[in-house]
């Protein structure tokens, strides 16, 4: 029946796309599933007898129009800033969408065998990008494409992935206490950071090297965007879940974010200490919440892929929480200090005991 059903939305696809493309020749090749129920495909289209093929992606996102229509929202708010695709066809009754295709090439194919000079300047753009998308009035992004707040309400059920997933999966009781004043902590905290467009997504994958442009990077998976605290997609992106840096490596990274900030008159922190524990702070929500994701990703959905980046998000959360433990003002160590002692002796021998395999 899977198939069946699976079959007959491919035809309505085609069917579509001939419409579109009226006249022309095309090949559609599925791409691989990523974390979401959308489904993507790259397609090519033969010009006559040109051997060359203009190539576009082709996003079905049938059972999310919500957040095809906010695909287009945001698109629209980000354009005039950053590098995101252009919309080439649209029917958002059937949930279809025709898209520039960047390439194949994702920032993270960039850094495969590049050497320590190349790799910051890759970076560097991935920053300068960030920075291009945060000089984009917050009020536009209010008033004109009703961009949601990164709020307590989403701030607090994201972090309840982790209570509601990760420690269920590797057998522990949650310490509710502990659990309750971290969130408050760090709600409290991050609440306070300037607030700025956040893609919510900004890494490794959804970075392209546009094939047309290759000074620009080509931002994707955007539709989640909301306005909330200016250092989420810096976490994101330096503290990737697919890539991994030396700490002191990725202090560079913050403090030269920190300084491209000042440099486009952006309202930062008035220190890079103070910029550094605003990061790790938003590190750690951003990791308890990832946590949970990919063992929801895995038992819910059967996307097992994503246990195997678990141990990278575990070693960046207890680096985080660990520098705020030494670090961090009274608040947050109040806070993070027991918090860190139950994770060493409860939650951490747990976690090693199911993860050994992996």
Known sequence: MTMTITNNRLQHLEHWLQQVFAGKTFNLDSLPGDASARQYHRLQLLEGSDTTASRYIVMDSADEQDAMHQFINVAKLMSPAINVPTLIAQDVEKGFLVLQDFGAVEF??????????????????????????????????????????????LLNREMDLFSDWFIPYIGVALDKTLWDNLKAALIKQILRQPQVIVHRDYHSRNLMQDQADHSRLGVIDFQDAVIGAYTYDLVSLIRDAYVEWSEPQISEWISDFWQLQKQAALTTADSVEQFESDVNIMGVQRHLKVLGIFIRLSERDGKDRYLSDIPKVMRDLITELNWLAEHGNADIQQAVVPFNQWLESVVLPAYQDTFSAI
């Not at 970076?123 to 009035?137: E, G, H, N, R, S």
């Not at 008033?143 to 707040?149: E, G, M, N, S, V």
């Open 108 to 153: 993270a194919h960039l850094l495969v065998g590049a050497v320590p000079a190349q790799i910051d300047e890759h970076y560097q753009l991935a920053m300068q990008t960030l920075i291009a998308l945060q000089t984009v009035p917050v009020e536009t992004a209010k008033a004109q494409h009703q961009l949601p707040d990164y709020d307590e309400e």
